[in-house]
Each structure stands twice: as structure tokens, then as C-alpha cells.
């Protein structure tokens, strides 16, 4: 890796302990220029992986706490009529930030869920007539629940669309859960973590990397390489989704164009200014699960039949290795 790209792994790993392909693939959606959804039970340190990553920028950051009373307005901003100017005013929303954590994004309504739409896949905002150009970088870093939480509504598949990937934490080795009870990463105030760790160590993590070395390792992604095989391969693995007996909806070209980046991205993670066929196969599953509509999902609700059959596609699309 770059020296920037492995002190921000670091830092990260700092805080979060556990899931290191999950700290590659949230850097890999950064330099991708993609948003991410981090999906997993409560407490396994969705929102400490999130807000690590975006404590590390010199960016702007905003958090959004989501829930079943938020509006729109919430998030996108509103115009107030200000008494002193004569005028109404735009007060910005959350959403005008670098990196924006919509933390629990699946516990508010899809109407607020919708209104993120247009920011994540235009760069932009809409706002009583107006267009407002969001600054760069702009990431989205979502996490949500399962769906058969109590409380929980499923995101639109056209949202769903416009995250580059999404993860999934898992629970830690028995060793770094250890490390989690020993230190407390998360822990804030004295009576957590004694007074020298009052503030915690999430809040005392320092940025890394700052906004230019981001926009310049995107800029980076976009020059890699890609031979056509690798785009034929990718295509191949989009139309194996499309005619997939157990598939009502497959992945659209959308979707094969969020697995070109995420290959180029991946491989500038491995120090490569082209790509190899791992590069694809190792991000399929992530890039696509959330793409694809099941006709009938298994009776055993802990089975996620979406991924599994993504990755008997991706056994049966011979790579050009």
C-alpha cells in the first residue's frame, strides 16, 4: 500500500478491532468514489468502523442519527425567511459534508431514506428549485440492522442501487473481542474508561490523510488499467445474474460499472496501476448481493439467499486467469 493509505488503514485498526477485509473494502468505496452500507446485528461496531474512517479524513463530517420521525428537510436542509435581511435563507442539512454517516439509516422512513438519493448519485442537492453542487470528496457511509429487527424498514431497491457495496462486519475472534473488553475503544466518560480515557479513543482519533491526498488517490483509481478481458469477464458475471433461475431481478449496468471501480480500487490498494482478475472476483460479492432481487428466499430467515447466489455465479463465470 501507499504510506497514506497504510497509515489511514491503521488508524482505523486503531479503534476498530476485528474485520480487517472490512476496513479494506470501506477505503476501497473511499477511493472508489462510492458510498457504503455496513450491515450487521447491533453492536458488532458498525457506526466505530464508520465514524473511524471518517475521523481519519481532514474532511468534513457530519453525523445523521436516523429515525421514524426525520423528514426530509432533516437531512437535505430548509429555507427560513431571515427578519434581519429580508430574505430567505438556506440552512444547510447534515447531508453537506465530505463524509455523512447516516447511522441506523434503515430505522427511518423511505421518504427520508429517498431524500439522500439524488446526493449520492448526482453529487448534488435540490432544494426548492435549486441545485447546490455538493464539495468533493462526498461519501455516504451508511449502517443499518437486518431487516427482521423490530423497527426496521427495508431500503428502496433504487437506493439500495446506488451504494458501491455493502458489508458485512461480523462478529470478532475471540481474541479481539478480548482486546474490544480490555481497552474499550468506544467508551466515553470516567466512569467507562477511567479519567485519562475520558474522552475516548474514538473521539481522540487524529486525521490521517488529508482532502487532497483523497481526491488525488481517486484520481489515481480512475487511471488503473483494465484489460478487456477483465471487462468482458465483468460483463459475463452481470448477464450470469440476468438469466439466473432463482434471480426475479439481476444486476444492471450500473452495477457492472460499480464492480469496474471497486476491481480499480482494490487494486490500487495492492499498489498496482492495473488490474488482475482477483481484483474483480474478490469485490463480486459485495458489489452485487444487494443489486439482485430473489424470486423466494429460503424458510431460514439467518440464510442469505441473495449471496449465495452470487457466489455460485461467481463459480460458474470462468475467470481469465
Known amino acids: 500500500m501507499t504510506e497514506s493509505i497504510t497509515r489511514l488503514r491503521d488508524n482505523i485498526q486503531s479503534v476498530f478491532y476485528g474485520n480487517n477485509a472490512a476496513v479494506d473494502q470501506v477505503i476501497c468505496c473511499l477511493l472508489a468514489r462510492g458510498h457504503v452500507l455496513i450491515e450487521d446485528v447491533p453492536g458488532v461496531g458498525k457506526t466505530v468502523l464508520a465514524t473511524a474512517l471518517a475521523r ?3 474532511c468534513s463530517f457530519s453525523r445523521i442519527q436516523l429515525t421514524p420521525d426525520m423528514l426530509p428537510g432533516d437531512v437535505l436542509g430548509v429555507t427560513v425567511f431571515d427578519r434581519d435581511t429580508a430574505r430567505f435563507e438556506l440552512k444547510r442539512g447534515p447531508i453537506f459534508a465530505n463524509i455523512v454517516l447516516a447511522d441506523e439509516v434503515n430505522r427511518t422512513t423511505p421518504r427520508t431514506q429517498s431524500a439522500m438519493l439524488e446526493a449520492m448519485n448526482e453529487n448534488s442537492v435540490s432544494i426548492e428549485g435549486r441545485t447546490i453542487d455538493l464539495e468533493q470528496p462526498f461519501m ?10 423490530e423497527g426496521t424498514y427495508p431500503l428502496p431497491e433504487s437506493q439500495l442501487d446506488r451504494f458501491l457495496m455493502r458489508i458485512h462486519v461480523g462478529y ?8 474490544v473488553l480490555e481497552r474499550r475503544p468506544g467508551a466515553q466518560g470516567r466512569h467507562a474508561a477511567g479519567e485519562d480515557e475520558a474522552i475516548g479513543a474514538l473521539r481522540r482519533l487524529k486525521p490521517v490523510m488529508s482532502r487532497e491526498e483523497v481526491l488525488g488517490l481517486q484520481e489515481r483509481v480512475d487511471g488503473v488499467r483494465m484489460e478487456r478481458s477483465l471487462i468482458d469477464y465483468i460483463i459475463a458475471l452481470g448477464a450470469a445474474t440476468r438469466s439466473h433461475e432463482e434471480l ?4 444492471s449496468p450500473r452495477g457492472t460499472l460499480a464492480l469496474a471501480q471497486a476491481a480499480r480500487a482494490t487494486a490500487v490498494l495492492r499498489e498496482r496501476d492495473h ?9 463480486v460479492v459485495s458489489v452485487f448481493t444487494h443489486r439482485v432481487v430473489c424470486r423466494a428466499y429460503s424458510d431460514n430467515g439467518h440464510v442469505d439467499t441473495g449471496r449465495r447466489i452470487v457466489e455460485s455465479v461467481l463459480e460458474s463465470v470462468d475467470s481469465p486467469a
Open 56 to 58: 481519519s479524513l481532514d
Open 140 to 149: 455516504v457511509v451508511a449502517t443499518q440492522n437486518p431487516y427482521e429487527f
Open 172 to 179: 470478532p475472534s475471540p481474541e479481539d473481542e478480548a482486546r
Open 248 to 251: 426475479e431481478v439481476g444486476v
Open 275 to 283: 488490474c488482475v482478475p482477483e481484483d474483480v472476483s474478490d469485490n
